[in-house]
């Protein structure tokens, strides 16, 4: 575990929460299905170090403060159904990206919203991040229709940003800015939605 780790952040539904060696096997099975990995940036998972190794990947890019990864749990079924992530955080820019997947069976059901909107109000309110990006493969409806719902504006097209098993693949590049996301009325003290 990193010296400090990140307060659980909550929604209605779902609790965001630093991520745990425990978390492993659960992990690998949602980095591991062959489907909701279709628009990743690399391949699905099939060995449980890979789990583990990105776990204390993870913990050291937070350590070192340029990412904060943290897993979506359900709050009355008490599982892991998630994760999102803060990741290529640059102080100086007060800039991040945005990452983030369910697990199938949560899909379509508004939880990556819910999950977003928690995130994105820490982010802007508490790590005072002024500019936070996302970069989306063009056939993943279900992301971009996500990113665009919580304010997000699509920027830019970069082809070939990505390889992917070697493989060049074209990107949609979103932002969201703070006074973006003060306009529609989100943006809280950031208190509301932590617990300590
Ligand atoms: C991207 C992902 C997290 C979205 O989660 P979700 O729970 O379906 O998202 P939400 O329920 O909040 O809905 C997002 C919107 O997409 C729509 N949507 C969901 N699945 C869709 C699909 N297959 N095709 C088109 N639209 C879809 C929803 O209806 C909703 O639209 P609305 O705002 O008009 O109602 C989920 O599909 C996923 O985990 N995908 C695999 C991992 C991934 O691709 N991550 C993103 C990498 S950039």
């Not at 409806?141 to 070697?166: D, H, I, P, Q, T």
């Amino acid at each position: 575990m990193p010296e400090h780790c990140p307060p659980a952040l909550f929604g209605k539904r779902i609790k965001l929460r630093c991520l745990e060696e425990r978390d492993a096997p659960a992990l690998l099975e949602l980095y591991g299905d062959p489907e909701v990995m279709r628009y990743w940036c690399h391949g699905p998972w099939r060995t449980l170090n890979e789990a583990k190794a990105a776990i204390a990947e993870a913990h050291k890019e937070y350590a070192e403060g340029s990412s904060l990864h943290l897993v979506i749990e359900h709050l009355e079924q008490a599982t892991l159904i998630g994760s999102c992530a803060l990741y290529g955080m640059v102080a100086q820019e007060r800039r991040a990206t945005v990452g983030y997947l369910l697990s199938r069976s949560y899909w379509g059901q508004g939880y990556l919203k819910e999950a977003l909107c928690v995130l994105l109000d820490y982010a802007m309110a508490e790590l005072k991040i002024n500019r936070i990006e996302a970069e989306v493969r063009p056939g993943n409806m279900a992301s971009c229709k996500a990113l665009k719902a919580v304010g997000f504006k699509a920027e830019g097209y970069l082809r070939e940003r990505w390889l992917v098993g070697g493989a060049p693949c074209d990107v949609v590049l979103y932002a969201l800015l703070h006074r973006d996301w003060r306009a529609r009325g989100e943006y809280s003290s950031g208190a509301a939605f932590t617990r300590f």
